[in-house]
């Protein structure tokens, strides 16, 4: 059965028991050390406990190519990120890279991953994501933008999305605007509850939505099981 995780700021994991993906794991507290913004919840597990094929980084920024916790991590591991986050990979001592730029697609397993257009400070991409019939959208860090729009067309089960509304993010209005326009089945506000500056009140998306859906932290769940809540 498909699971899905969320580990906090934009990070996921999926995993069918077969393959697992993770999606932008900040697991140490480096924009803590490097611009005194201390993390708001403990890491879920430490970085050398990441057990997974593939992980995504949607950007190059350190709470998503996370550099003091990617050289801890298991070298086996895939990474795919844009072209522009490829020499800061290579620095953390990454041998498996493979660039996943907007427009890529890779097969694993069951998976299938896809990285889609975002608008943000850097380079930057979402993420779809097909597994037996289920699309799930990652929208990653993005402004709102009208191109946005047109991922509707892969027909959205599941959508994950920033709220935070600083930084080069969506603010909840937009996202609100956005879920109504592509209109999933479930909206999953994300990237808020890490750092105390750049946060904001999920119920401020669900309560406006009537598709709103809002994960625990580090809580597993059956992708199934969100879908029919």
């Known amino acids: 059965m498909l699971k899905v995780k969320w580990i906090g700021q934009n990070g996921y994991i999926l995993a069918d028991g077969k393959n697992t993906i993770c999606i932008d794991p900040y697991l140490s507290d480096v924009v803590n050390r490097v611009a005194n913004r201390p993390r708001m919840v403990e890491a879920p597990f430490k970085p050398e406990e990441l057990q997974c094929d593939a992980v995504i980084c949607t950007h190059n920024h350190i709470d998503h190519v996370d550099i003091d ?11 795919l990120a844009p072209s522009d986050a490829e020499q800061t990979l290579q620095a953390c001592g990454v041998k498996k890279y493979k660039a996943f730029d907007e427009g890529s697609t890779v097969a694993l397993g069951d998976f299938e991953l896809s990285a889609v257009f975002a608008d943000h400070s850097a380079p930057a991409i979402g993420v779809v994501v097909k597994h037996s019939g289920v699309t799930m959208y990652f929208t990653g860090d993005t402004e709102y933008h009208e191109k946005l729009e047109e991922l509707k067309e892969y027909d959205i089960d599941i959508m994950f999305i920033c709220i935070n509304g600083k930084l080069g993010n969506m603010n909840v209005d937009e996202a609100v605007k956005l879920t109504k326009i592509i209109n999933p089945k479930v909206g999953v506000p994300t990237h808020y509850g890490m750092f105390e500056s750049n946060t904001e009140d999920p119920r401020n998306y669900t ?22 809540q």
């Open 69 to 79: 916790a990617i050289p801890l991590m298991d070298k086996r591991m895939l990474f």
């Open 207 to 228: 309560l406006k939505l009537d598709c709103g859906f809002i994960m625990e932290y580090n809580k597993t769940y059956g992708v199934l099981d969100v879908l029919n």
